[in-house]
Structures are given as C-alpha cells and as structure tokens.
C-alpha cells in the first residue's frame, strides 16, 4: 500500500514567520519602558521613584483610554486597503523608534523639565506601541482559518515575541544601553520588511490567507 503523502501545512512557515516577526520589536520594547526607564530615570537623573510611578500610571490610564478608539481606526484602515494600513504602521513605527530613544536620551536635565518630557514622550511611545501592535493584531485576525491555523498564528507572533523579550532582558546588560536602542531600530527595520508585503497579495483581501 503506498504510503499518504503529508498533509500539507495549515499556516506555512514563510508565511507565519513574516507575520510574527512584528512580535519581536513590539515586545523588545515593551520590558524595557516597565522596567529598565524607572531604574534609568532614578539612578542618572534622581527622579523620585512615587513620582515616576505616578507618571508611568497616568501614561496607562491615557493608552487604555485610547486604544477602543485606535481599535476602531484599525479597522477602518483596513476596510480601505493594505496600502493604507502600511503606511500608517510604518508612521507608528517611527514614531515608537523616535519615543523609545528621545525617553532613554532626553535633552533636558532640570526634575520638572524630565517629568514633563517623559510624560510627554511616554504618551506618544504608548500610543505609536499601541497604534502598531493592534494593526498587528488585526492582520492575524484576519488570516482567518480553523482552530488549528488560528493557533499556528499566534503561536508565530507570540513566539517571536518570546524571543523579544530574552533579547531586551540580555543586551542592555551584555551590550549596554545606546546598543540596546539600536538594536531595537534593527529589529523593528527588519520586521517591517517581511510585512510590507501582505503573504496572498493576489487575494481579494490581501491580508487574509485562505
């Protein structure tokens, strides 16, 4: 009796790793911001920690405010058309690459002039981050599929974003912290490649892969 051929794959690898990869730089970015800014603020500027935690709660409370609306925008974005969504992902990406360094390397040195600087830039980190991983999200919502397949993609974004996270919790260590911030620029550089192309771009939807 000839022997069944495999069964082809649910969510192929070229295409689960182009779509996950975004999961990289999104949680690279996310530990430091929780655990690395307070720590930096504290020892080189002599912030008072009560006064950072203030300002790092009030950057929460703005970014659960907004993302039902950047949820909503989302969506619109994509009933338009993946040219659209790209080029807002690639403003919010920029815009998280620019927030992540200006909060690390401010140019103000004065305790008010920090406070006001890093809740300025933390509520436009928080937004971009958010902006960007909900855009994410919603691709792989509608990669659609069964059970299976739905597994298959989160498993490549959360995956990736495992991968993220041991990465931003060893380099500021083993590379320091102007590396750290670089290597996140790389990252995020070479996760945007990978997407700027949706994976069935001959599909009527794009971004969905049968």
Known sequence: ???SSAPEA????????????????????????????????ARNFGIPLAALGAVLLGARLFDALIDPLIGRWSDR?????????????????????AGFALLFFPPVRELQ????????????TYAAYSALAVMHQSWGARLGGDEVKRSQVVAW?????LAGVILASISPLALGLPATVALF???????????????????TDPWTVS
């Not at 295409?15 to 929780?34: E, N």
Request: hydrophobic share 60%; net charge positive; charged share 10%.
């Open 157 to 161: 974004r959360e995956g990736l974003g």
């Open 113 to 124: 002039a920090l406070l006001i600087w890093v809740s300025a830039v933390l509520a436009l």
């Open 77 to 97: 974005l994509f009933n338009r058309s993946a040219d659209t969504v790209l080029r807002w992902a690639a403003i919010a990406a920029i815009l998280l690459g």
């Open 1 to 3: 009796m000839k022997p």
């Open 185 to 203: 620029f790389i990252a995020l550089l070479g996760a945007g490649w990978p997407g700027a192309v949706p994976p069935c771009p001959h599909a």
């Open 10 to 41: 649910t969510f192929p690898w070229q295409q689960g790793w182009r779509y996950g990869l975004m999961g990289l730089p999104l949680a690279f970015v996310a530990l430091p911001l929780y655990v690395l800014l307070p720590n930096h603020y």
